[in-house]
């Protein structure tokens, strides 16, 4: 019976897999909040486009024309906090990606090291048949020629 590949850092090969599936899930949340926030970011800056032009209609009261400006003032304030949120996202999202690769680049290396130990198992497997088929061709190998004269 032929002996079976095992491969001893398999349960490493497992670990980094695992490691990779958790950076890709990991860059995924931080892709899909970044996007939120520039959706978020583009809504209020037409908000604030739709409220400068509403706005220069006409004679107002001193009052109503302070709140006004007062609610412009709070809306540009959220931009940029959106927009420097938008910038740590990215920052985030750009060592999410940095992560990812080298946990990818970790796992390669333990794939190329099963690779490189699964063709030396069958070249050694190779050679023994090999040895095996050339004893029983020259009827060396004891037990299983048999004499049916």
Do not use: C
Not at 86 to 97: F, K
Not at 122 to 132: H, L
């Amino acid at each position: 019976m032929a002996k079976k590949f095992t491969f001893r850092l398999e349960p490493l090969l497992k670990l980094r897999a695992n490691a990779v599936e958790k950076a890709k899930n990991a860059l995924g949340i931080a892709y899909k909040n970044r996007k939120h926030n520039d959706d978020e970011l583009h809504a209020k800056q037409a908000y604030l486009d739709e409220i400068l032009k509403s706005s220069a209609n006409g004679k107002m009261p001193a009052m109503v024309l302070e709140a006004s400006w007062q609610h412009r003032q709070f809306t540009q304030t959220e931009i940029r906090a959106l927009e420097k949120k938008q910038v740590r996202l990215l920052e985030i999202e750009e060592l999410m990606r940095v992560e990812l690769a080298e946990k990818m680049k970790q796992e390669k290396i333990v794939e190329k090291l099963k690779e490189r130990k699964t063709s030396e198992y069958k070249e050694i497997v190779a050679k023994e048949e090999q040895v095996f088929l050339d004893e029983v061709a020259s009827g060396r190998h004891s037990g299983m020629i048999r004499d049916f004269t």
